[in-house]
């Protein structure tokens, strides 16, 4: 990288830009192996939660309809932690890209952050993350109604339990934004 300003600028904000883009392709793996390994977790466990519905006979053991809200309760903190978890990430991610195209501004010749994030912005990928999490606490929910009916105060709960799920992952996002002035 030829330094316009004799002083090393240009090489410490290459080397800083090469720093951010390594942080930003770090970040993906990370992401995409929580997004992976979670995603999984959760999937078997709705599937297990889905066998708490089958009862016959001759059971030894039966749970009370407490104790199957009880899990259904707990795969729902696990969707909204794993959701909190992938935002974090994504919120330091955000960050380094924003540093890289403050570098690649400097430069005017560098764009692929630029590319990248308008990509992303164009498309709403991000919009399809939400959407998969939300649909994980309905899906929760779906299995919920179906193992605890009827008992209808139980089945309020879990109905519950999911809308704060779904607004904490709608709101989650917008916390700590600074509200947009009235035009």
Known sequence: MPDRNGDGLDQRLFDEWKEARDMISNLDGTLSNLRKYGFSFIAALLATDSIL???????????????????F????????????????YMVVQQAAAARAIEIENHFGT?????????FYGTKHLWLYVELLYAFFALACETLGMIVLYPSYNLMFVITLSTAL???????????????????
């Open 53 to 71: 519905g089958q009862t016959t006979v001759n059971s030894t053991i039966v749970l009370s309809p407490q104790v199957k809200l009880a899990v």
């Open 73 to 88: 309760g707990s795969t729902l903190i696990l969707v909204a932690g794993l959701y909190a978890t992938d935002k974090f």
């Open 110 to 118: 560098m764009k692929l952050t630029h590319v990248i994030g308008r």
């Open 165 to 183: 799920t779904i607004a904490f992952i709608a709101l989650l996002p917008r916390v700590g934004r600074s509200p947009k002035p009235y035009p």
